[in-house]
């Protein structure tokens, strides 16, 4: 069984994010970029399940800038054994990037695709349930625990109030959460491995896939700088504080 | 997050190593470049800022134990060294045909640097298994080579470096351990070491003890001493340990700093049973012993590079949070407002960039030096080294003293506080100074070897090269601050170092002093050649780029005067030191 794995190249998460000075987006300008965190834990699931000899190939693919090329090395030198670059410029929307990912899943014929449950950029949570749709194939979000079984996968996900477990039948789509591993580091050895191993560029047009924007990005504002708090005299005083001035009762 | 790579500057002047030494030109560098580079900087810092960093504080803290002859290594100890070694970072500059994975030394100088900031008791193993390995390729038989290399380029087995006795320290002609030959060509070794690093530790299988010893009939002095390869337990012909090789650890020394890396007093021999094998030529121990001093050197110079970053990421941070007195208008501020304080953070950020930045360039000039085919290219870089080596080890750890200092003083009260953890870098940058030859005998060997005997050649092509520099940027501030001091320095070398009537006390008195000079102006040097690359890729990246060019300003304004000042000092070299009596 093949296994995709999606990747996103996004603001490092050690660094502090800056807007741009005319409010237009992000200010990513010389910025440290990495991949996603949960496309991280995305790669390390699938490269366990190589490991286990319940995979056979792991292709890592990524849609975005020529630079996302760095972050599928990286998802090389973890494990992943080939990778594919959807070049596009730009933001590119959930709905377009499901579409390239439901093509490549068709073209390699992959028994499972394991994406990132959400992206620390955009926070959208939206590509793995799109995917779903459109090939008409089931879906396991937010999984904290991954078991394949024959032509099955149950998926522990985490809901609120508790885990809930599915069973799906393959192929299937897998969103991941935080709690389902930690991703390794890569050695050595494989980060100079993963040099050579192949990567295909290919593109929106060379997939087939018309583009058709359906979000416009208006703005982008630094949250509001904390006020100072105030000491409170009394509970009374906070209950009406808390009733009048912040009203949350 | 106690320590981060500085990623970005790391990566530019890398990339500014690479480019003005012409790394690309060299046909073996071709699968070895910037873009590698990169990537291995990035997982290199993943590894060093989540595994070896937290580890730090718990080495200092809870130290080695001792008990029974054996050495215990801190919690956690262990555990990363297994991680460390099976993601392949021993070998990382080491031959691949016994393991290792050949990178060059300009991609291996930013990695060494973030293992040594994030951990510096951790990794004293990883200079000693390089150092330890390049003399074992350079004078070692074939079969001890194929006996030993594979298994300590890996990191299944360590190297301690045996060379120090209670009565020989800096003065190794003085060591009296004994190397008996035996019938069957190997020697019966006995004698006692002192100030073994991971002399004896519970992470790895196997310790070879790189020793400096003296065969009966071996002539007196310096030039009598053999070098021998002693494990803990014994290797057989296929390269398997076996035997207890009559190895013992006496105990392990209570230190100022480096809690977590246990230096030991060995024993060999106790029970004449302990085998030593010949390395090299009989008597020629020095010599060999000699590659793994230079290799230990430079990296002793980057730890003061990596001490220096260290202490300014926790200054940095302690300065952006602590409020305290108040700013333009009245209002308190957090103390980086403060222009005192900015002058102390700059003090650290603009010497640490500079030795940075001169470090990356012995990395650079060491892969000249070992691949190019130009041998006037390869002589031109031996003979740099060679000069660098004694300023860049002695220059960066005097400095990472003072910067370590500094950042306390940034800290106020709090760090004179162990909690705050900045005292650990002043403890543990003490040692830096002494250890690979003291300062006084770094600047012994500048001035007798590397400049007297050299009778001024490798001093003379840098001042040239500084000066050509200078007139290739005449508008440049940081040149023209730069130009007053190397006229000076360039004063003194001709007068004073070069006078083949010179009193060699006289000039031994000021040679540290020298040596301290030499380190200021190449710094600034450094700094006014990035000023320069700053200027050409502003537009880039205003923020990174801009600072570059404060940095090189703050320098030549604050720090190169006192390299003026120790050279005003070397002038008057008749004077201070000899009339008085202790």
């Known amino acids: ?249 | 997050m106690s320590y981060q790579a500085p990623y970005k500057d790391m990566q530019w002047l890398v990339e500014q190593a690479y480019q003005s030494q012409h790394l690309a030109e060299l046909n073996s560098l071709q699968d070895f470049d910037l873009d590698l580079a990169n990537a291995i900087i990035d997982e290199a810092n993943k590894f060093a800022s989540n595994v070896l960093a937290p580890l730090n504080t718990v080495g200092d803290t809870q130290g080695c134990q001792f008990e029974n002859g054996q050495v215990t290594t801190p919690n956690g100890w262990k555990e990363a060294y297994a991680q460390f070694r099976d993601s392949g970072w021993i070998g990382l500059a080491l031959p691949e045909a016994f393991g290792g994975q050949g990178l060059p030394k300009y991609i291996a100088q930013p990695v060494n640097e973030m293992w040594l900031s994030s951990n510096l008791a951790f990794v004293m193993f990883a200079a000693l298994a390089q150092g330890g390995s390049e003399i074992l390729l350079k004078f070692a038989s074939d079969d001890i080579k194929a006996r030993y290399l594979t298994q300590i380029v890996t990191g299944e087995w360590t190297v301690a470096m045996s060379l120090t006795e209670p009565n020989a320290g800096s003065d190794l002609g003085a060591l009296t351990t004994k190397a008996v030959p035996q019938a069957d060509g190997t020697y019966q070794i006995k004698g006692q070491k002192i100030y073994i690093t991971y002399g004896e530790h519970d992470m790895a299988d196997n310790i070879v003890h790189l020793v400096l010893a003296r065969t009966p009939d071996a002539p007196a002095g310096s030039r009598g001493i053999s070098l021998f390869a002693v494990p803990k337990y014994r290797v057989n012909d296929e390269g398997v340990c076996g035997e207890f090789n009559d190895v013992h650890c006496t105990g392990i020394e209570h230190k100022t700093g480096l809690h977590g890396s246990p230096t030991c007093s060995i024993s060999y021999g106790d029970n004449d049973a302990c085998v030593g094998e010949l390395i090299g030529e009989l008597n020629q121990g020095l010599m060999a012993m000699f590659v793994l001093m230079n290799e230990a050197r430079l990296s002793c110079g980057l730890q003061g590079v990596a001490l220096g970053e260290l202490a300014y990421q926790k200054a940095l941070q302690y300065a952006q949070e602590r409020v305290q007195g108040a700013g333009v208008g009245g209002k308190r501020v957090a103390i980086v407002e403060h222009p005192d304080v900015q002058r102390m953070l700059l003090n650290i950020r603009s010497e640490t960039f500079g030795l940075r930045a001169l470090g990356y360039q012995i990395a650079a000039l060491l892969d000249v030096s070992e691949l190019s085919q130009d041998s006037e290219r390869v002589r031109m870089a031996e003979s740099r080294i060679a000069l660098l080596t004694p300023i860049f080890k002695g220059f960066a750890t005097e400095q990472a003293n003072v910067m370590a200092g500094t950042a306390i003083q940034i800290f106020g009260g709090m760090g004179f506080v162990e909690e705050t953890g900045i005292a650990q870098v002043m403890r543990d940058a003490r040692i830096t100074t002494i250890y690979e030859g003291t300062t006084g005998v770094q600047a012994k060997d500048l001035v007798h070897r590397k400049i007297r005997m050299d009778q001024g050649v490798a001093i003379s092509q840098l001042l040239t090269d500084m000066r050509d520099d200078i007139c290739a940027a005449s508008q440049s501030k940081p040149y023209q601050r730069l130009a007053v001091a190397v006229d000076q320095l360039a004063d003194v070398v001709d007068r004073i170092l070069l006078n083949p009537n010179a009193d060699t006390a006289k000039l031994d008195a000021v040679s540290v002093p020298f040596l301290n000079a030499m380190g200021g102006i190449c710094c600034a040097w450094q700094l006014a050649r990035l000023e320069q690359q700053a200027h050409l890729n502003h537009a880039q990246d205003n923020d990174f780029f801009g600072n570059v060019i404060a940095l090189a300003d703050f320098y030549s304004v604050y720090q190169l005067p006192l390299a003026q000042a120790a050279l005003t000092t070397v002038s008057q070299e008749q004077n201070g030191v000899g009339a008085y009596l202790f």
């Open chain 1, 1 to 249: 069984m093949k296994i995709l794995v999606g990747v996103k190249r996004v603001i490092d998460y050690n660094v502090k994010v800056r807007v741009k000075s005319d409010n237009t987006d992000v200010d990513l300008s010389n910025t440290k970029m990495a991949i996603n965190p949960f496309c991280e834990i995305a790669v390390e699931e699938a490269i366990r399940l190589k490991e286990a000899g319940i995979a056979t190939e792991v292709i890592a693919v990524s849609v975005g800038s020529s630079a996302s090329q760095e972050q599928l090395r990286t998802a090389m030198a973890l494990g992943a054994d080939r990778a594919i670059l959807v070049e596009a410029e730009g933001t590119v929307e959930p709905l377009n990037v499901a579409k390239a990912f439901a093509k490549i899943m068709a073209q390699e014929e992959a028994g499972l695709v394991i994406l990132g449950k959400q992206s620390i950029d955009s926070d959208n949570n939206q590509v793995g349930q799109m995917l779903a749709a459109l090939t008409k194939r089931p879906q396991g979000t937010f999984a904290s625990n991954v078991t394949v079984d024959g032509d099955s996968v149950s998926v522990t996900r985490e809901i609120d109030g508790g885990l809930r477990t599915v069973k799906l039948a393959l192929p299937a789509i897998v969103t991941t959460d935080l709690r389902l591993n930690e991703p390794r580091f890569a050695k050595l050895p494989d980060i100079m491995k993963a040099k050579r191993k192949p990567q295909d560029n290919t593109s929106f047009a060379d997939l087939g896939i018309e583009v058709k924007q359906h979000i416009q990005l208006d703005k982008v504002e630094a949250p509001a700088a904390r006020q100072g708090g105030v000491k409170v005299g009394s509970v009374d005083e906070l209950i009406q504080k808390l009733k009048d001035e912040a009203k949350v009762i």
